[in-house]
């Protein structure tokens, strides 16, 4: 990228598919704002950064809080400028049967994933159409597409997500912001291995690639879709996803 780098956001950077993506933005050139709810995760991985030669900084805050989106949101400017591209990766895993579900459970899943989508892309959205120029990415997951078994709720609230994409997408394209979304396979993350030894067998055991992802290979097609050269790609949901999905 030439002249002034562009300022990102990514949201539960601190490890795993969000922690790929900051360091391939930066690496990218993005000046990336590494948000996790944990402080010192999300400062390891700007440190990181840093010391590889990217800009970056960090900040702690609850997506679903509009408080620490709002602090979020301003620390990045205060840094990096205006936000160019936002990456909505902040998310949490939590296995059960759907009668064993309780409310807490369910209210907290949407919390995270769908009212933080909403409250990050809320705050960055309004200087992303005042300039014309702008790139969403929300993380989905295949499971938003085909569902899965003790996971009604995660599946539900991923789902909700790709729903925003296409909507949000018919709204804002025509004025300069793309949105785009990346619905991940089981990828060898900290949140996968939250879930049980056993549904972790059965689910290998289902791809056609016969393999989890690397989160890297996830932040490869992020910055695909930041890049130029993904300009046509708009409302979209993209899957390295082992073959799970086929579409």
Known sequence: MEGQPISAIVTGAGSGIGK????KLASNGYAVLVNDLSEASAKAVADEIRGAGGQATSTAGDVSSETDVAAIHAAAIATHGPVGLLVNNAG???QA???????KDFDRMFAVHVRGTFLMTKAVLPTMLEKSAGVIVNIASQLGQIGGIELVHYSGAKAAIIGMTKALAREVSSRGVRVNAVAPGPIN??????LSEDWRA???????????????EVA???AFLASPMAGLFVGQTLGPNSGDVML
């Open 20 to 23: 790929a993506i900051a360091l």
């Open 92 to 94: 949490i895993a939590h």
């Open 97 to 103: 049967l759907f009668e064993d579900l309780e409310v």
């Open 189 to 194: 993350t900290p949140l996968v291995m939250e």
């Open 202 to 216: 059965a689910k290998k055991a289902q791809l056609p690639l016969g393999r989890f992802g690397e989160p890297e």
């Open 220 to 222: 490869e097609t992020v």
